[in-house]
């Protein structure tokens, strides 16, 4: 517990350091108000104080932006820029060419990814190999527990809605789905909710999709494509989470209290308390599962993982492929290798501001063995 407590200091003085860093050094003093800076320190202060407040978590991700590939590179240029009169400093912009060319460089991005990604199916290759010929079929990864779940719980976010009626015709195979939109990933509850209705189990389907501004008719939406796959209406839940973690595993907790299928936070956190209780299939993307999961836990909730929209194939044992063609064209910078750079690299800065909020137990980007499969 201390450790983590020393962990929280030391990343939070990091934070700090370098804000002050970027304010004070790279931007030219004449421009740089001291109640701004003091203003930008407050703020980040405030993300961290405040309880739970969507508005505190976009602020974090404004104060973040600058750590993102974009926006660094954008930093760097503006400081080659800075001294006026066309002249440019040839450091930072190398720099920013830098950045840019690593982040949309596909072989790169994937390799990056492939790295989170691959630490899943090695945990799903590690339990199946422990289990061998012993472990009753229930307990095999991928198919166990779902007779105990109260609810499969599908994690989506705004734009999922709006793409969840345009299937692509480019699904990849359930090694490596490469479509990310809601859609999928009801497909795949849909499946989980039939087999556990075959093993006995009742289980509501939560999603978790756009903000509180949605309309009615981009809900009916989602409710007629689980309803075409075959959920019955009594058990579709939606709520306006989005892919806003901590609230939708608040929303998840809060009606399964209501539907009296869990017991309040305070017993559920209890030492031993929650051994037996139902547990909650989550669908969620495969890079932002294991923040998914460890933050349901957080708060009492026995999570199953159920990762899906891989964004990456999985690696060969020296993690590059074979294919000279294939090796070459991924040494050319694309749009696509940028955004999966940029998605990686928001999902490891979001799990930091998870860390440091106290919703995760650890920072650890990798996958935690103790999340149950």
Do not use: H
Request: charged share 20%; glycine share 6%; net charge negative.
């Amino acid at each position: 517990m201390l450790l983590v407590l020393l962990t929280r200091i030391l990343l939070f003085a990091s934070i700090g350091l370098l804000i002050w860093y970027v304010f004070t050094k790279v931007i030219a003093q004449k421009y740089l108000a001291w109640f701004g800076g003091v203003l930008l320190i407050a703020l980040l202060i405030i993300s961290f104080a405040i309880p739970d407040d969507g508005t505190i978590q976009s602020i974090w991700r404004l104060l973040s932006f600058p750590l993102t590939p974009l926006g660094a590179s954008l930093i760097f240029i503006g400081v080659s820029l800075s001294e006026g009169g066309g002249k440019m400093k040839p450091r930072p912009a190398a720099i920013a060419l830098f950045i840019l060319l690593f982040s949309s460089t596909p072989l790169f991005s994937r390799l990056l990814v492939s790295q989170a990604e691959q630490s899943i199916r090695e945990a799903y290759v590690r339990q199946a190999e422990l289990c061998g010929e012993v472990c009753r079929i229930e307990d095999i990864p991928g198919t166990g527990n779902l007779a105990e779940a109260a609810a499969i719980v599908v994690l989506g976010d705004r734009n999922d809605i709006n793409r969840a009626i345009t299937i692509s015709t480019d699904i990849a195979t359930a090694d490596a789905p490469t479509y990310t939109a809601l859609a999928p990933r009801i497909d795949y509850a849909a499946e989980l909710y039939a087999e556990a209705r075959r093993l006995g189990g009742a289980p509501f389907v939560v999603v978790t999709a756009g903000s509180g501004n949605e309309d009615s008719t981009q809900r009916d939406i989602i409710r007629d494509i689980m309803a075409r796959n075959g959920i019955a209406s009594q058990d579709i839940q939606i709520e306006n989470s989005g892919l806003d973690i901590k609230g939708a595993a608040n929303d998840v907790a809060d009606f399964l209290e209501d539907q009296q299928l869990i017991d309040d936070i305070d017993e559920r956190l209890a030492p031993g308390a929650n051994e037996d209780a139902p547990r909650v299939v989550l669908v969620a993307p495969a890079m932002m599962m294991s923040r998914a999961a460890l933050t349901f836990e957080r708060i009492g909730l026995q999570t199953i993982a159920r990762p899906t929209s891989f964004s990456t194939l999985p690696l060969d044992a020296d993690g590059l492929t074979d294919d000279l063609t294939d090796t070459l064209l991924g040494l050319i910078p694309s749009v696509d290798a940028l955004r999966l750079t940029t998605e990686y690299w928001d999902e490891l800065l979001t799990s930091l501001y998870y860390f440091l909020r106290g919703w995760l137990p650890d920072f650890n980007f990798g996958w935690d063995s103790s999340i149950e499969l």
